[in-house]
């Protein structure tokens, strides 16, 4: 059993407002994207310039904010949401959705498109590679908070939560901070290095980030609020994934048809 690093989730106080961890990743996450965005789009041909990127970045941001805690209010905690309304707006009381903030990326990247005349599918090729960076550091912000903890285990690498109990569990943010950010990382970035056929690249961060977490839902604690949503053993974060990769598969074979109709 390995020894969970008690961190403190508050980095620094500024004055008497604490600044955590979890923020600082999102900044450095963002900060990392609008660099990688800078140098990608030094390299399309005119393509992209660097106000369009900063505009990205903006937008992306709000959508990721916004979008995520929605999400998280909709998808795993509406009865709360029911039952006091309001509570969608107390964001200090913590709660994010990757698959609410996806969704509000979506919107965001839709509206980008209206303002620089942009398709859809151009914007979210550009971008998806960059989402696995903010994966990484956001995973690295729950492990560092302790919270999205997996399930009891016995093996070697098992840690012991301070906030669940006396059981080694799995570190399942760190398995989620290699899947989705450094595997996925890789695979985005190798395959959107040279040109693909439009929306290939957005097809394959669907499939291979949503096959990345339905399975390391096998090993992470489902939601205590919710349990295992469908069939006795789906946790709500499959549920939102299977649509994902459903979804990225026939983006993929539409792709590749259109692509070989043009060729």
């Not at 709000?62 to 805690?69: A, D, I, K, N, T």
């Not at 070697?156 to 399942?172: E, Q």
């Amino acid at each position: 059993m390995l020894t969970y690093p008690q961190i403190d989730p508050v980095a620094i106080h500024i004055g008497s407002l604490p600044i955590h961890w979890y923020g600082l990743m999102y900044l450095l996450s963002f900060g990392l994207a609008y660099w990688l965005m800078l140098y990608r789009a030094e390299r399309s041909n005119g393509v992209w310039n660097k106000d369009q990127v900063s505009d990205l970045i903006f937008y992306g941001a709000m959508g990721v904010v916004l979008g995520g805690r929605c999400g998280y209010v909709l998808f795993y905690n509406f009865d709360k949401f029911v039952e006091d309304p309001l509570w969608l707006f107390q964001v200090w009381t913590g709660g994010m959705s990757f698959h609410g903030g996806l969704l509000g990326v979506l919107v965001a990247c839709y509206l980008f498109g209206r303002k620089y005349k942009k398709s859809f599918f151009q914007i979210t090729d550009f971008g998806a590679p960059m989402v696995p960076v903010g994966l990484f550091f956001g995973r690295i912000g729950n492990f560092i908070g302790g919270e999205l903890w997996g399930r009891t285990t016995d093996v070697p690498w098992g840690m012991v939560f301070p906030r669940a109990g006396d059981l080694p569990r799995h570190p399942s943010q760190l398995y989620e901070m290699f899947l989705e950010g450094v595997v996925l990382f890789t695979i985005l970035w190798w395959f959107s290095s040279r040109p693909r056929p439009q929306m290939a690249v957005s097809a394959l961060f669907l499939i291979f980030y949503g096959s990345f977490r339905f399975a390391v839902e096998f090993v992470r604690e489902p939601d205590s609020q919710i349990g295992f949503a469908l069939l006795g053993w789906m946790t709500r974060g499959q549920e939102l994934s299977l649509p994902m990769i459903i979804g990225g598969i026939c983006l993929l074979v539409l792709a590749l048809q259109k692509n070989k109709k043009e060729v």
